[in-house]
């Protein structure tokens, strides 16, 4: 999810959770500091986090960065629903990775 706060209007549309929820858990913030690869892995009929929040996490991200979404998925079938498909993105990532040049790192 992007924070805490966007799940909470999400998940009580009816009770303000998110003035509770202030400024915690921003994965959003985060994602924009990234200095290292992202993979973004999601269901795509995900009941409790909406899809439309992976999407923005991966546009936030200034890294290389892969996408890969299990199509009807739910919250808490991601392996299940499509393991060799989920194995494949991770894989490619993986891959993807290796093919990029080391960067120097300063100690």
Not at 18 to 31: E, I, N, P, R, S
Not at 38 to 52: A, F, K, Q, Y
Not at 65 to 83: A, M
């Amino acid at each position: 999810f992007t924070s805490l706060n966007s799940i909470t209007r999400t998940l009580y549309r009816r009770v303000p959770m998110h003035l509770l929820a202030g400024k915690l858990f921003d994965t959003l913030a985060v994602v924009k500091r990234l200095d290292v690869p992202l993979l973004v892995l999601h269901r795509g009929s995900d009941e409790v986090i909406p899809c439309t929040m992976a999407p923005q996490l991966f546009d936030a991200c200034p890294t290389p960065k892969q996408i890969h979404v299990v199509n009807g998925g739910l919250h808490k079938d991601l392996y299940i629903r499509d393991c060799d498909a989920l194995v494949w993105a991770v894989n490619q990532f993986a891959i993807e990775l290796g093919q990029r040049p080391l960067r120097a790192q300063s100690l």
